[in-house]
């Protein structure tokens, strides 16, 4: 079931600025990750952060996550134009692929060259 | 990285056919992949779990005869839409966890299934 909410839902950026982008679950989980989607395509996986984790740091990206809030950031800084794609939440409940995803609704980030 | 394909990547029919979308993991074994469908400027909606060697688990609220699954081999699952309708039109994609970090997963290009 759908349980991911993120925020905004559509954001539009000058490039070179940074673009932050929440979400919040419900359940417990296992871990979250971060995905690009650009339109119409598959998913791109950009970073994984486990529960017991707080930030986590990859090139541009940072993540964030907040398990007592049940909430998680991701923030991309300098960004491209290349950047504009939609980004989606993403958690497990349990460890080692045995469960599907359960994806947030998603932010259109639009980076204005 | 691990890559996972998938055939065709669009396909129109007429309502009442059936429609059948291959899923491949082209460089790794996967005894567990998943398939999701998205609706136009939505997210993405779990729809299954196939496992190689045993039958799929789907999703509440998803119709295992309208949408069977098959899991062939260890590097390939197939989604047969049956008796297609307009509203099964959708974008399907399909994920397996990867080698290195099974919490991670691979998705497939996805099908955009237009059903006249």
């Known amino acids: 079931s759908q349980q991911g909410e993120e925020d905004p839902q559509a954001l539009s950026i000058q490039e070179g600025e940074n673009a932050t982008m929440n979400c919040s679950y419900k359940t417990s989980i296992n871990n979250l990750q971060w995905y690009r989607q650009n339109s119409g395509r598959g998913l791109v996986h950009l970073i994984l952060i486990r529960s017991n984790e707080r930030e986590k740091h990859s090139g541009r990206l940072r993540v964030t996550l907040d398990t007592s809030k049940k909430s998680s950031s991701l923030l991309i800084t300098a960004s491209r134009a290349a950047d504009t794609a939609s980004y989606f939440c993403a958690t497990g409940l349990s460890g080692g692929g045995a469960d599907g995803l359960t994806f947030g609704k998603g932010t259109h980030l639009i980076i204005q060259p | 990285g691990a890559v996972v394909s998938q055939h065709p990547s669009w396909v129109i029919c007429k309502s009442g056919t059936s429609v059948k979308i291959e899923c491949r993991s082209l460089?790794?074994?996967?005894?567990?992949m998943f398939w999701y469908r998205q609706f136009p400027k939505q997210s993405l909606m779990l729809m299954a779990t196939s496992n190689e060697g045993s039958k799929a688990t789907y999703e509440q609220g998803v119709e295992k005869d309208k949408f069977l699954i098959n899991h062939a081999s260890l590097t390939l699952s197939t989604l047969t839409v049956t008796s297609a309708h307009p509203e099964d039109s959708s974008f399907y994609i399909c994920s397996a966890p990867g080698r290195g970090s099974l919490d991670t997963q691979y998705f497939g290009p996805g099908t955009r299934l237009t059903v006249l």
């Open positions: 460089d790794f074994q996967a005894t567990t």
